[in-house]
């Protein structure tokens, strides 16, 4: 390895990308918010600004040289110019040739390989886990992409605003006050002019850029709901394309693109006018130093390379401001976003574990609903005063028309929501004071609805367990009787078998073919407690009857809360529950239930019976 690369590689490490400590919310005021993600990286921020300064004073210093050298040359006669001023010209040839290309590369080095990479990282890095942690409810309620572009584009307007303000103002601010000390060293008359037209470019920006702020964070808002609209579409494109309801979903885009254009033509309307605006005071700024200069000239003020200086200055100037101008543009167009994507992402977890919550410890898998009371925040509905006992390997089902409360009581039991009255208990602790990843640890589940991940079918059954071998995958997806379709799969880039990827949420799958992955997962997480979500609903009767054995395997000794609309399924189980308007009206063995004149009763007739000819 070379000298340089062992320098860019120092640099490069400076900054941690994905810091190991557990996030916490970021504040909800912007210079705090904007603190909580800098302050891991600030001596380095500050050695970038520091040495942005040090280039500014050196080019600065450039225009002092220029303006002496042009007075030498009219005074001086040329044998004489490298006798009497060699001293100043070494130094100036130092600076050219020595100290603005190595303050350059040092600046280079902290900006591109320390700051640029890095730190956006760390900021998406503390984001993204801060969402993970996000409540099952709070994404009920959000577009996934939104919440995405949410976490990307406010981690790139953090970056941006911080760099514009520690790398270009600091450069700009110590170059216009070296101008200013410069020229004032000239006349005091020379810098009245670049004083008016510094307050002339602050009552411009302060008009300008708080009217472009506001509309850039409309502007973000209006982007990230267009942006989630497109992948709604996307994510749901079986749904649309059955409905063929493409026309729709264009519409529906087009009305967010709308929006979004609503937000564009204002922002550039006023940018028109900024940039008019400061061809006028530059135009003015010129005109006045220039007639300035002449006069201090004519008087015998000023010599010739005051003027060549202060004119340089001013077209040096005119080019910055421009450059200044969108800097400051952008500036205000990353706090915009940095303030849209603020509300989101200081928004404070629903479900947290305490300080001192412990690991689940489960000897038995004992299950207690202890006067559970759960309204989704409504008055009334799903659970009411539930009170129920499962013992420790006990099989239970739960019956009951939709939206009895079946699932929800499930989704208690796992903590996707807190319940809002109430205990519930595993062998005697409380499900709130243990930590959330070890209560769902401890627990296996399969649902009806079953989502996998875009990646390899490997991956998706090692969810389950991730640090399963491939011999452990394999034989769990045997028991699921997943093995052999398994070895059938190719995706588009020519993988196969284990290494095959699903598509989003699984889609290059049937139905039945994700539930069997989903079973497999569970056949290796092997959990103490297990809940079946209408488990086998998407399966066949024989793919279904060649897996029931193992699953029956797989509950000896375990906690399972079966739920099925398909009584014939948990006909077997230890004890049935049936639930209504979130209550347990009934419960006993199927037998006990079949034979009496309950809703069990009239549902097990239904589908022995009612729907069947003799």
Same mark, same amino acid.
């Given at each position: 390895?070379?000298?340089?690369?062992?320098?860019?590689?120092?640099?490069?490490?400076?900054?941690?990308?994905?810091?190991?400590?557990?996030?916490?919310?970021?504040?909800?005021?912007?210079?705090?918010?904007?603190?909580?993600?800098?302050?891991?990286?600030?001596?380095?921020?500050?050695?970038?600004?520091?040495?942005?300064?040090?280039?500014?004073?050196?080019?600065?210093?450039?225009?002092?040289?220029?303006?002496?050298?042009?007075?030498?040359?009219?005074?001086?006669?040329?044998?004489?110019?490298?006798?009497?001023? $060699? #001293?100043?010209? *070494? @130094? &100036?040839? %130092?600076?050219?040739?020595?100290? +603005?290309? !190595?303050?350059?590369?040092?600046?280079?080095?902290?900006?591109?390989?320390?700051?640029?990479?890095?730190?956006?990282?760390?900021?998406?890095?503390?984001?993204?886990?801060?969402?993970?942690?996000?409540?099952?409810?709070?994404?009920?309620?959000?577009?996934?992409?939104?919440?995405?572009?949410?976490?990307?584009?406010?981690?790139?307007?953090?970056?941006?605003?911080?760099?514009?303000?520690?790398?270009?103002?600091?450069?700009?601010?110590?170059?216009?006050?070296?101008?200013?000390?410069?020229? $004032? #060293?000239?006349? *005091? @008359? &020379?810098? %009245?002019?670049?004083?008016?037209? +510094?307050? !002339?470019?602050?009552?411009?920006?302060?008009?300008?850029?708080?009217?472009?702020?506001?509309?850039?964070?409309?502007?973000?808002?209006?982007?990230?709901?267009?942006?989630?609209?497109?992948?709604?579409?996307?994510?749901?494109?079986?749904?649309?394309?059955?409905?063929?309801?493409?026309?729709?979903?264009?519409?529906?885009?087009?009305?967010?693109?709308?929006?979004?254009?609503?937000?564009?033509?204002?922002?550039?309307?006023?940018?028109?006018?900024?940039?008019?605006?400061?061809?006028?005071?530059?135009?003015?700024?010129?005109?006045?130093?220039?007639?300035?200069?002449?006069? +201090?000239?004519?008087?015998?003020?000023?010599?010739?390379?005051?003027?060549?200086?202060?004119?340089?200055?001013?077209?040096?100037?005119?080019?910055?401001?421009?450059?200044?101008?969108?800097?400051?543009?952008?500036?205000?167009?990353?706090?915009?976003?940095?303030?849209?994507?603020?509300?989101?992402?200081?928004?404070?977890?629903?479900?947290?574990?305490?300080?001192?919550?412990?690991?689940?410890?489960?000897?038995?898998?004992?299950?207690?609903?202890?006067?559970?009371?759960?309204?989704?925040?409504?008055?009334?509905?799903?659970?009411?005063?539930?009170?129920?006992?499962?013992?420790?390997?006990?099989?239970?089902?739960?019956?009951?028309?939709?939206?009895?409360?079946?699932?929800?009581?499930?989704?208690?039991?796992?903590?996707?929501?807190?319940?809002?009255?109430?205990?519930?208990?595993?062998?005697?602790?409380?499900?709130?004071?243990?930590?959330?990843?070890?209560?769902?640890e401890h627990i296996g589940v399969v649902t009806?609805?079953?989502?996998?991940?875009?990646?390899?079918?490997?991956?998706?059954?090692?969810?389950?367990?991730?640090?399963?071998?491939?011999?452990?995958?394999?034989?769990?997806?045997?028991?699921?009787?997943?093995?052999?379709?398994?070895?059938?799969?190719?995706?588009?880039?020519?993988?196969?078998?284990?290494?095959?990827?699903?598509?989003?949420?699984?889609?290059?799958?049937?139905?039945?073919q994700r539930q069997r992955l989903a079973i497999?997962?569970?056949?290796?997480?092997?959990?103490?407690?297990?809940?079946?979500?209408?488990?086998?609903?998407?399966?066949?009767?024989?793919?279904?009857?060649?897996?029931?054995?193992?699953?029956?395997?797989?509950?000896?000794?375990?906690?399972?809360?079966?739920?099925?609309?398909?009584?014939?399924?948990?006909a077997a189980m230890d004890r049935l529950l049936?639930?209504?308007?979130?209550?347990?009206?009934?419960?006993?063995?199927?037998?006990?239930?079949?034979?009496?004149?309950?809703?069990?009763?009239?549902?097990?007739?239904?589908?022995?019976?009612?729907?069947?000819?003799?």
């Amino acid at each position: 390895m070379s000298i340089i690369e062992k320098v860019l590689q120092y640099f490069e490490s400076r900054i941690p990308p994905f810091p190991e400590e557990a996030p916490e919310r970021p504040p909800s005021t912007l210079v705090p918010f904007l603190w909580y993600y800098v302050r891991d990286s600030w001596v380095w921020l500050l050695g970038m600004a520091l040495f942005s300064a040090i280039i500014s004073l050196l080019e600065v210093s450039l225009f002092s040289f220029l303006g002496n050298l042009v007075d030498w040359l009219g005074n001086r006669e040329p044998g004489a110019l490298l006798e009497q001023e $060699s #001293s100043q010209l *070494i @130094w &100036m040839s %130092l600076v050219v040739l020595l100290f +603005l290309p !190595l303050a350059g590369f040092i600046q280079s080095l902290l900006l591109h390989q320390t700051v640029i990479g890095s730190f956006v990282m760390t900021i998406r890095w503390k984001a993204h886990r801060w969402m993970l942690g996000q409540s099952y409810a709070f994404y009920q309620d959000e577009f996934a992409g939104r919440v995405a572009t949410k976490v990307m584009q406010t981690s790139l307007a953090i970056r941006d605003a911080v760099l514009k303000v520690l790398d270009v103002l600091v450069y700009v601010a110590v170059y216009f006050v070296g101008s200013m000390v410069l020229v $004032s #060293s000239f006349s *005091i @008359w &020379m810098m %009245l002019p670049f004083a008016a037209w +510094l307050i !002339l470019y602050f009552l411009m920006l302060n008009y300008f850029l708080p009217r472009l702020k506001k509309i850039s964070r409309q502007q973000a808002d209006a982007r990230s709901e267009m942006t989630g609209r497109v992948v709604d579409s996307y994510t749901n494109i079986m749904t649309v394309k059955l409905f063929a309801h493409a026309g729709h979903e264009a519409e529906y885009a087009r009305n967010s693109m709308n929006r979004f254009l609503g937000t564009v033509y204002p922002q550039f309307r006023w940018v028109t006018g900024l940039n008019v605006t400061l061809d006028i005071i530059n135009a003015l700024l010129l005109f006045s130093v220039a007639a300035v200069g002449i006069w +201090l000239w004519n008087t015998g003020q000023a010599g010739v390379g005051a003027l060549a200086v202060s004119v340089g200055l001013v077209l040096r100037l005119q080019g910055m401001s421009h450059w200044i101008m969108w800097e400051l543009s952008g500036l205000f167009e990353s706090i915009g976003i940095i303030y849209d994507g603020m509300a989101m992402l200081s928004t404070k977890q629903d479900i947290v574990d305490k300080p001192d919550a412990k690991q689940l410890d489960v000897p038995k898998g004992a299950i207690t609903f202890d006067n559970v009371r759960f309204h989704y925040g409504r008055e009334t509905g799903a659970i009411d005063c539930l009170a129920l006992e499962i013992k420790g390997g006990e099989k239970i089902g739960l019956v009951g028309r939709s939206g009895a409360g079946k699932t929800t009581l499930t989704n208690l039991l796992l903590r996707l929501y807190e319940v809002e009255d109430g205990r519930i208990l595993i062998d005697g602790m409380d499900v709130r004071d243990v930590k959330q990843e070890s209560l769902r640890e401890h627990i296996g589940v399969v649902t009806q609805d079953t989502s996998l991940l875009h990646r390899t079918v490997f991956e998706n059954i090692s969810y389950g367990r991730r640090d399963a071998t491939m011999e452990e995958v394999v034989s769990a997806a045997k028991r699921a009787n997943a093995h052999e379709f398994i070895q059938s799969l190719e995706d588009t880039a020519g993988r196969g078998g284990y290494d095959a990827h699903v598509g989003e949420r699984g889609v290059k799958l049937s139905g039945g073919q994700r539930q069997r992955l989903a079973i497999a997962r569970m056949f290796l997480k092997d959990a103490p407690i297990l809940v079946l979500d209408e488990a086998t609903s998407a399966l066949d009767s024989e793919v279904e009857a060649a897996i029931q054995e193992n699953l029956s395997a797989l509950m000896e000794g375990k906690t399972v809360i079966a739920i099925a609309h398909r009584l014939s399924t948990i006909a077997a189980m230890d004890r049935l529950l049936v639930m209504d308007a979130g209550s347990v009206i009934e419960q006993g063995t199927h037998v006990e239930l079949s034979s009496g004149q309950g809703l069990y009763a009239q549902l097990w007739a239904r589908q022995s019976g009612g729907f069947l000819t003799s």
